[in-house]
């Protein structure tokens, strides 16, 4: 079956630091991954997609990269700040149906 | 610009009694449609899609049901609800690339 796994269920960093998470595919080599923020009681919001022929995408203090040879998506948060705590989700579209599986998330909090 | 629309925001249903969640979007033609639901600290589960009216592929064969009544219109529907029904229930919508968006939610106590 196509998973995609974020092993970290929470990450606690200091304002102004990096935040780094991350997302693991298998079996299935995706054209696009997605990441998308959500916040407690809301519907996720998108972030960022990324190629697979594109190492790297920017947006702001947003990072995400995207490594075929790991299978991995890296997120980058970088200054981070409170206002950034939120539950972090990747997301990629699924051979043979036009839905996307996400991933568990990773909930980032962010201390003043 | 396009908006979509989620109700109720919260109800709570005894045991085996009905349910009926209506989204509907705004803005566009033509909408992908998903249903997903994500119970408490739980990832996000799809349970049904459409790609047009009539048209619903369901990936959780339990007691729910979707319908697509009209273009921008989808429902998800249950005749007797479970206990493990409860969740929060997102509707979302995609023009047909890979972003999809998601409606406010609801959020749904089977009692």
């Known amino acids: 079956s196509q998973k995609i796994e974020q092993n970290s269920e929470a990450l606690n960093i200091q304002e102004g630091k990096t935040a780094t998470l991350t997302c693991n595919y298998t079996n299935y080599s995706p054209a696009y991954l997605q990441w998308y923020r959500q916040d407690p009681g809301r519907g996720p919001v998108f972030l960022l997609l990324?190629?697979?022929?594109?190492k790297e995408k920017r947006k702001e203090r947003l990072k995400v990269t995207f490594d075929t040879t790991l299978k991995q998506s890296l997120f980058h948060i970088t200054a981070s700040q409170p206002a950034d705590s939120a539950t972090y989700l990747c997301?990629?579209?699924?051979?043979?149906?036009?839905?996307?599986?996400f991933g568990s998330g990773t909930r980032l909090q962010v201390q003043p | 610009s396009q908006t979509i629309h989620q109700w109720p925001a919260t109800l709570v249903q005894p045991v085996g009694s009905p349910l009926s969640l209506e989204c509907t979007v705004e803005?566009?033609?033509?909408?992908?449609l998903y249903w997903y639901r994500q119970a408490a600290g739980r990832g996000l589960q799809l349970l049904f899609y459409s790609v047009g009216i009539g048209q619903i592929s369901s990936e959780v064969p339990q007691n729910l049901s979707a319908s697509r009544p009209q273009d921008r219109q989808f429902i998800l529907s249950s005749k007797k609800l479970l206990l493990s029904d409860s969740g929060f229930y997102l509707c979302?919508?995609?023009?047909?690339?890979?972003?999809?968006?998601f409606g406010e939610g609801s959020w749904l106590t089977v009692v």
């Open positions: 990324i190629r697979e022929n594109e």
């Open positions: 803005g566009t033609s033509n909408p992908n």
């Open positions: 997301a990629r579209m699924d051979t043979g149906r036009r839905a996307l599986t």
């Open positions: 979302a919508w995609s023009p047909g690339t890979q972003v999809i968006y």
